[in-house]
Structures are given as structure tokens and as C-alpha cells.
């Protein structure tokens, strides 16, 4: 349960990682959403930590 959790956590973190890859490559990027979207992987990296 607990490897699959961590699993889960590192598929979502790296589904951020290409919103926001796409995002910032866009050619008027929303500046709001990277924010939105690095607060999100941030909160994933720590609760990885902790896992």
C-alpha cells in the first residue's frame, strides 16, 4: 500500500512536470497557472519526502 501511494505521488508530480513544461513553452504563458502548477509539484515533493 505504501510503495503504491508513493507511485501515485510520483505519476501526479510528474504530470505537473509536463503541464507545466507545456505552459511555459506556450507562447504567451500564464504566469498564475506555472505558479499554480509549482506550488502543486512543491506539496507532492514534500509529502514524497515524508512518504
Same mark, same amino acid.
Given at each position: 500500500?505504501?510503495?503504491?501511494?508513493? %507511485?501515485?505521488?510520483?505519476?501526479?508530480?510528474?504530470?505537473?512536470?509536463?503541464?507545466?513544461?507545456? !505552459?511555459?513553452?506556450?507562447? =504567451?504563458? %500564464?504566469?498564475?497557472?506555472?505558479?499554480?502548477?509549482?506550488?502543486?509539484?512543491?506539496?507532492?515533493? !514534500?509529502?514524497?519526502?515524508? =512518504?
Amino acid at each position: 500500500m505504501h510503495s503504491s501511494h508513493v %507511485d501515485a505521488l510520483k505519476a501526479k508530480h510528474a504530470g505537473l512536470e509536463a503541464r507545466l513544461h507545456d !505552459e511555459q513553452t506556450r507562447p =504567451a504563458p %500564464d504566469i498564475a497557472m506555472i505558479q499554480q502548477i509549482k506550488r502543486k509539484k512543491l506539496k507532492i515533493k !514534500e509529502e514524497l519526502a515524508t =512518504a
